[in-house]
């Protein structure tokens, strides 16, 4: 049975509490949040022993599940780092390089396992497309989200586009060459709406534009290689393929068009995508990278790639707008 502490229970903690409940060989021992309404609540509710001090509830269990405010994750997972507890939290890794840095170096050092929670790596548009072979030349994302003061104790860069920036990172194997940004802060301190362009050693380019002002909600990723084009919709779960034909595309919708080089065939599918929750499963593959001592699905490197990359953002906005 795999003791489980969590800190924080506020809106996605209690997400992440009811899935932990669901997972088999999972006992939860306890959680800790110092805020006194939602943590009573929270044992009213779940009878569910509440903490009063964090080491304490560290030392009482094997794994920690960190969905506590971002400026709060160091200091956690390097205390349940030092106990030898396994650490799942929530992104970004953590505030800061540094700090994300030396939490790599702490997990090198010990015999723990750590996974940071890029949960769109779970997202069934994403799983959808994973058999396929991925070398994308040109990326497309729009990531929009109305307001919501939960979550802004960070640029939109880390709160949002950095889910964008994993996957990036997870399907481009090529070294990040240049990057230009521009960012406005509307409604907080920090930028709230951001247009990005990633460029890659290989020649793929990413543009990336990720907004926590909008009107509507948006999460797209397009993906284009050669013959083939690929749009995922993460909000809706729907996945399009369009690409050139194949004997194997037999359950295409397909169409002939003239070209230079004669006539081709054009196959458009939409893969079956699972049904499955993804905070859910990220939890339980972080439970079997414990217990089969496995890799985690996104590491603490995988957390740092993606935050290396967030915060040369952050310098390029910042950067141009001293400039302007």
């Known amino acids: 049975m795999l003791k489980v502490g969590i800190f924080g229970v506020g809106h996605l903690g209690k997400f992440h509490l009811n899935n932990w409940k669901e997972i088999k060989d999972v006992e939860i021992v306890g959680f800790y949040d110092p805020e006194d309404s939602i943590a009573n609540e929270v044992v009213e509710k779940y009878k569910i022993k509440r903490f009063l001090n ?27 780092i030092r106990k030898g507890k396994h650490v799942f939290v929530e992104k970004p890794l953590a505030n800061s390089m540094t700090e994300a840095k030396e939490l790599v170096n702490l997990v090198k050092e010990s015999n723990i396992k750590l996974q940071v929670g890029h949960v769109e790596r779970f997202n069934p548009a994403y799983l959808s497309i994973q058999e396929l072979e991925l070398a994308p030349m040109f990326i497309e994302v729009h990531r929009l989200a109305q307001f919501n003061p939960r979550g802004t104790e960070v640029s939109v860069i880390l709160d949002l586009m950095i889910h964008d920036i994993d996957i990036i990172l997870s399907i481009v194997k090529s070294e990040v060459k240049n990057i230009s940004a521009n960012g406005v802060a509307v409604m907080t301190e920090t930028p709230d709406i951001a247009s990005v362009r990633i460029e890659f050693n290989n020649g793929c380019v990413a543009n990336l534009t ?22 995922m919709d993460f909000l809706n779960k729907k996945t399009e393929i369009i690409k050139l034909k194949t004997e194997n595309d037999i359950d295409s919708f397909s169409f002939d068009i003239d070209t ?9 599918s939409n893969p079956q995508v699972p049904e499955i929750n993804a905070i859910k499963m990220e939890l339980q593959k972080f439970c079997e990278a414990i217990i089969n001592n496995t890799p985690t699905v996104v590491s ?15 310098q390029k906005i910042k950067h141009n707008t001293i400039s302007n």
Do not use: W
């Not at 603490?300 to 952050?314: F, K, P, S, T």
């Open 54 to 80: 964090d080491e304490e509830l560290i030392e009482s269990c094997d794994a920690v599940d960190i969905i506590a405010p971002t400026n709060f994750h160091f200091d956690l997972c390097k205390k349940a």
């Open 210 to 231: 990720s907004s926590r002002i909008s009107m509507k909600k948006m999460r797209k990723m397009r993906l284009f290689q050669k013959d083939a084009y690929i749009g």
């Open 260 to 268: 230079v080089v004669g006539k081709k065939t054009i196959a458009i």
């Open 300 to 314: 603490e490197v995988d957390g740092l790639r993606a935050m290396d990359v967030a915060h040369l953002i952050l």
